[in-house]
Every structure is written in C-alpha cells, then in structure tokens.
C-alpha cells in the first residue's frame, strides 16, 4: 500500500474542496515541524475555509514562531495574513519573501501587490520593476505597473509594451495582460483611438477563454428577485448588533471603493473591506432539498443567517460600525435585511455608459465575466438595473441610493447624507481621501491614493465613435442613455 504525505492528500483534498477532510492531515503534516514550511500555510488555509479564522491565525503565530523557513513557506503565510486582515504582517512577509529569494521575480510582483494596497506606489512600480528584469514573461507585472499612476508623455512605457506585444504575437495570455496595460497608458496620454484598440484586443482575447453565457445570469438575476417578491413582507428577526453593520453595494468600477473610502475616515468605522462573508453565512444556514439554490436560500432562517455572521465578523472591533464593501453583495440585499433588518444598505450607481466602459477597460480576476463583450455588459446591466428597482421597491428605506456623479461633484454634501443615514459622525475631513491609509485590494487601490477628481464621469465620450455597439445593445436592452449617446 503506498502512503501519501500528508500535506500532499490534505493539498488534494483541500483541491477538491474537501475541506473537512483535508484537515487531518494538514494537521498531521505540521505535527512535528521545527521549522516553518509551506504546510502551515496549507494548514491556515483550509481553516480559513472552515470559518474557524482565530485557529487560522493561530497557526500563522505558531509558524513564525519556528526557527526558519524558506520563501515559498513565507510566501504561503503571507497570502494567508492577508485573507485575515492582517496586511501589515502579510507585508512584513512578502518583504521577507523577496529579501530570501530576491531571484524570483513572482514573489517581487506579489510584493509590488501589497505595496499597492498600502499607497505606496513608488515602491510598488520598483517591485514591478525587478519582477520584469528577471523575466520578461511576468506579463501582471507590466498590468500592475500600469495602474500604479497617471502615465506622462516623459514617464510611460507605452514603447517598450508595444516591443513587447509585436514579440509575443499569438500568445493569448501575453496579448490580455499587455494589451490592458498599454490601453491604460494609451488612455493616459489621451490617445483615445489607439487606447480603444488594445482594450478591445485584449478584451476579445480574455472573452474567447471564457466559457460564458449571459443569459444564465439573466435568468439567476430573475430567479433571486422572484425568490422575494415584492408581495412578502420582510421578515424582521432581531440579530444582536445588526444596526452596526453597513453594507455598499452596486457594480464594480462604480465608485464603491471611494465611498468606503471616505466612510471609513469618519470615527467609529472600521471597513473590513471585500469578503463574501455574507454569502457563506446565507448559504450555511439554507435548507437541503430539490428546489432551487435561490428559493433554498430564501428559505433561510434569518437568526441562523445573522448568527452565523455574526460568528464570521467576531474579530471586528466591538461598538464600531462595520462597513462590507463587496459590490456582489447586490444579489443579496433582501437577504441581508432579513437576517439583519437594521443594517444599512448603500447603493452605488453611475450613468450607465461610464458603467459599462469603466468595467470592459478592466482586467477583473474570476469574477465579473460579462464585462468583455459589449453585447453581454449591455444585458447584464439591464438585468442589474431590473434587480436594483426591485430592490428599491421591495426594501425601500432600507436601500439607500448614491449617484456616483454627485458624490464627486459634491462630496461633502452627498457624504453626509449618506453618513447620516447611516448613523455616523459626519466630518468634512473624511473626503481628504488622499490622507486616508487604509488598506484597499480592489482595481480602484491606486486611483484611491488621488483626491477625489470628476474626469471620469463622462469619459465613454472621448470613445464615441467606437461605442456605438454598446449603445445599441443598452438601447435594445431597455437601458436609457443620455441624448447625446
């Protein structure tokens, strides 16, 4: 009989999504490590995704607690520190990690990655650096450098990209990585027809390696206002602390990020940022049985819903408001005021075409996969639309509505409001944005570090000629535009 390591049947387990069953033996494998080794990482992970987070970062403590390890060890307890929050000890890692083995250019572009959240941008363009003089096949790296500030005609990197576009020809992950990149510099130096050129070239070529269907998402979109129609009263289950929790909501590339960000100044706020935290705790608690996933969830019983919540939010600060700040959470705003009927629900909106091209311009991870055709952004929105107004009518109160355009226009006024609504103690200086040190790991994470500036609204009209598509696809998807569209 041939016996598998330990951490080897715990990683395959794990792979399989087996995690109750992966924890044995990544147990068994740190049983009697002297040093830190990639299984503690191993180990902190499938915990992570058990919910049991304390026990996860127990095991982080334990490791850095060992005599040594080599980079991919820390590497492993860095990615695991930043799932929990802890960003400066992920940081302090990624630095590690790259101090041991400063030959491998990933774990500079991991650096260059934390760098980012933090602001500081310098540091983060000269971790790229280093990952792309060791291999020039470190294609994120050149996307990442991109974003990290406002390219100048004397400081881009518009030539050597389109070297290496013209070296890499036929490489389809080449092609996406580095199209985005010279879209975003191009874009920069406002040369707006060539930028659309190698948006659209990338996007293209991340579409055709998706297997897709936006009609499926229609559908689902449909089936999750159905499962709370507008006729059913909202039930009112009573969660301990339900009125500290404020949840911003609306698509990516809205201007989430920026209200988090100007919340998150005001005293008494904590942000925990991006988690799906909601959705694990919705789907823990929906009964078994053969009807749908959205009417088993529907089903929940709202006490198991927040307690299980509750459970995953422990470690935030007590007495503070908790801001969740993950856009998808839109599927899930009825739920979310039936588990907990006294948090806030914030909704980000923005003119439809700026919308939609701020999100084909971008690079997103697995998520968000109808952003890379304009006929599916088109049907999506349409369908997010449609959700939104049920939401709007079945919540009311309950779901307050933000314009991105006014929060930039006037962000003292709209921020207050919101504030307000909210519960919190307003002060002017929370629109200081570029002050604010929190940590961001969103596509908005660079932009962020900037004051808050208005000359994205609008900007889909430098690209007119080449959004006629897209207008025709909104206009046919019922989506009103603007007269001069």
């Known amino acids: 009989m041939i016996l598998l390591r330990p951490d080897i049947e715990a990683y395959r387990l794990m792979r399989a999504g087996r995690f109750a069953d992966a924890l044995p033996f990544a147990e068994e494998a740190v049983e009697r490590q002297v040093l830190c080794s990639s299984a503690h990482g191993l180990l902190a992970t499938i915990l992570m995704q058990l919910g049991r987070t304390e026990d996860a970062n127990a095991v982080v403590a334990q490791a850095l607690e ?63 650096d280093r990952a792309i003089a060791l291999d020039r096949t470190q294609y994120p790296s ?33 092609t996406m990585f580095l199209g985005y990149a010279l879209g975003k510099e191009l874009d920069d130096l406002k040369r707006y027809d060539e930028a659309f050129y190698w948006f659209s070239t990338a996007a293209a070529t991340r579409r055709c390696h998706l297997a897709y269907d936006v009609g499926a998402d229609e559908r689902k979109l449909f089936e999750i206002a159905n499962a709370y129609p507008r006729s059913s009263a909202i039930s009112a289950s009573e969660a301990v602390g339900s009125r500290n929790y404020v949840f911003i909501i609306g698509l990516p590339r809205s201007g989430t990020t920026l209200l988090e960000l100007i919340l998150s100044a005001l005293k008494g706020v904590q942000s925990r940022g991006e988690t799906n935290d909601f959705a694990r705790a919705l789907m823990a608690a929906a009964p078994s049985g053969p009807d749908s996933i959205f009417d088993r969830a529907a089903a929940a019983d709202p006490r198991v819903v927040a307690a299980n919540y509750e459970k995953l939010t422990q470690a935030s600060k ?34 439809p075409l700026d919308s939609c091209f701020a999100m084909y311009r971008t690079l997103f991870g697995e998520g968000y996969p109808f952003s890379y055709n304009f006929d599916d952004l088109a049907r999506y929105y349409a369908a997010f639309e449609t959700l939104m107004e049920h939401w709007q009518q079945t919540l009311g109160n309950a779901l307050y509505s933000v314009s991105y355009e006014e929060l930039v226009r006037d962000p003292i006024r709209v921020g207050s409001a919101v504030a307000r609504y909210c519960g919190l103690i307003w002060s002017d200086a929370a ?23 208005g000359t994205s609204s609008g900007r889909w009209r430098f690209y007119r000629p080449h959004l006629e598509p897209l207008f025709r696809s909104l206009s046919r998807s019922g989506v009103t535009l603007p007269d001069d569209a």
């Open 318 to 351: 007590a007495g503070a408001a908790v801001l969740e700040k993950l856009p998808m959470n839109y599927l899930y705003a009825g739920a979310i005021h039936r588990a907990l009927p006294h948090a806030k629900l914030v909704l980000v909106r923005r003119d």
């Open 142 to 174: 050149y996307l990442l450098r991109s974003e990290l500030r406002l390219q100048t005609p004397e400081a881009n990197h518009v030539d050597g990209l389109i070297q290496q576009l013209n070296r890499v020809a036929g490489d389809d992950r080449a």
């Open 431 to 453: 629109i200081e944005i570029q002050n604010n040190a929190a940590v961001s790991l969103t596509a908005s994470a660079a932009q962020i570090r900037r004051p808050i500036y």
């Open 66 to 128: 060992c005599a040594g390890g080599d980079a991919d060890a820390y590497d492993a307890l860095a990615h695991v520190s930043m799932q929990l929050g802890e960003h400066e000890r992920s940081n302090q890692l990624y630095r590690r990690v790259a101090t041991i083995a400063p030959d491998i250019p990933r774990f500079w572009y991991n650096l260059a990655s934390s760098e980012r959240t933090f602001g500081r941008l310098s540091e983060a363009e000269e971790a790229c």
